[in-house]
């Protein structure tokens, strides 16, 4: 028995569930690249504020990993730093979905990463 056009029938209906699958996999890529960056960004704002207590320089390290905006938290304050303590530095980045239909599903997420090296300079 001949049917004609039942490929194109099954293609038509498994189309939208594969490339909603592709979209899905695309947004996981994207926010694993960001996790990443902010692992990154955390290791590069610790090294500078390990050496300088300067807020405008430790925000500048953090953001110049291209994530923006991002929450910084910085520990010990700069009043209670002393030579060889450990500093730790916390970055929040909340991503915004990229993909027009899968990316609100992503929104609400809160990504975190720290870094914690010994002070040089007080």
Known sequence: ??????????LVLCL??????????IEIGLLVGDQVRLWHAARETARVAIVDSNPDEIRRAAEHGGL?????????EFAD??????LTVTLTYRPSG??????????N??????ATMRLEQP
């Open 1 to 10: 028995m001949d049917e004609p056009g039942q490929a194109t029938v099954e």
């Open 81 to 86: 730093r002393s030579t060889g303590r450990p």
């Open 68 to 76: 923006a905006p991002v929450d910084i938290d910085v520990d010990p």
């Open 109 to 114: 997420r809160t990504m975190t990463s720290s």
């Open 16 to 25: 939208p569930i594969m490339a909603l699958v592709l979209g899905f996999l």
């Open 98 to 107: 990229r993909l027009p239909l899968l990316g609100p599903l992503v929104a």
